[in-house]
């Protein structure tokens, strides 16, 4: 099954355009891109870039805060969220061209501080219901992953955490670095030293789609850069990066 997976992959992926000098009149691909994939975006733009000269700029923040921004006329050409809904809402809102398209499935884990591990040896719920355990967590109202982190803990009802709530899931991330969480949950692609991942079917799929927006000047080399994303070197980076991969777009 895998290697038929690659073998599909191969006859798909998609080369970069041919590389050309970097034209610093040309304005760069402006991406905005969920905080959860921030670095593998920057990961993957080196290598897009590499190959083609392509400028690209990206600004991240959580998918509810790019979704009001976009909402309100930033300027645009291509967004990364980190769920289905909001490109959907944009897309009912004839805010964006094309099809949307699913480039990568989140995972989500619970980060702990080595002073739990041994706690965290006895699984999740014990966990969760340590004493006093502050947990940080991305706002469920803006981030796809604070909606799943939010869902996990309405499995444990008797696990009374304290609460801390960030922006997006990059700051729950930061939280839990600096020490002001015991816990945390984040992003797999974060790749905590300590963490515990979280069963998939705790909380519903996070299906990260890619849109290019319509009022983008650029669509052409939005369009290009998102079908890149499906090429077997971009999927490699996508999964390197603690990512599970869509099925491959048919040609």
Avoid at 190 to 210: E, K, T
Wanted: proline share 8%; with cysteine; charged share 15%.
């Amino acid at each position: 099954m895998r290697l038929a997976l690659l073998i599909v992959c191969a006859l798909l992926s998609a080369s970069p355009p041919a590389k050309a000098a970097p034209d610093d009149t040309v304005e760069p691909l402006r991406i905005a891109v969920a905080s959860n994939f921030a670095m593998p975006l920057q990961r993957l733009v080196d290598t897009y870039s590499a190959a083609t000269g392509e400028r690209i700029s990206i600004s991240s923040a959580s998918t509810g805060a790019l979704y009001n921004q976009i909402s309100h006329g930033a300027p645009f050409d291509l967004l990364l969220a980190a769920d289905s809904e909001r490109p959907a809402r944009l897309e009912a809102e004839g805010l964006t061209f094309g099809k949307r398209d699913t480039y990568a499935l989140g995972q989500l884990v619970l980060a702990y501080q080595p002073a739990l591990t041994e706690l965290a040896t006895s699984g999740i719920e014990t966990l969760l219901a340590s004493p006093e355990l502050n947990l940080a967590m991305a706002n469920p109202e803006l981030a796809p992953y604070g909606q799943a982190a939010k869902a996990v803990l309405e499995r444990f009802p008797q696990a009374q955490p304290r609460v801390l709530t960030g922006a997006n899931v990059g700051q729950a991330m930061q939280m839990w670095i600096t020490g002001g969480a015991d816990a945390a949950f984040v992003s797999a692609s974060f790749q905590p030293a300590q963490s515990l991942p979280i069963p998939a079917d705790w909380h519903a799929p996070i299906a990260q789609q890619a849109v290019v927006l319509a009022n983008s000047n650029n669509i052409d080399r939005a369009q290009a850069f998102m079908f890149w994303l499906h090429s077997l070197e971009a999927r490699h980076i996508i999964q390197a990066q603690g990512y599970k991969l869509p099925e491959p777009v048919d040609g």
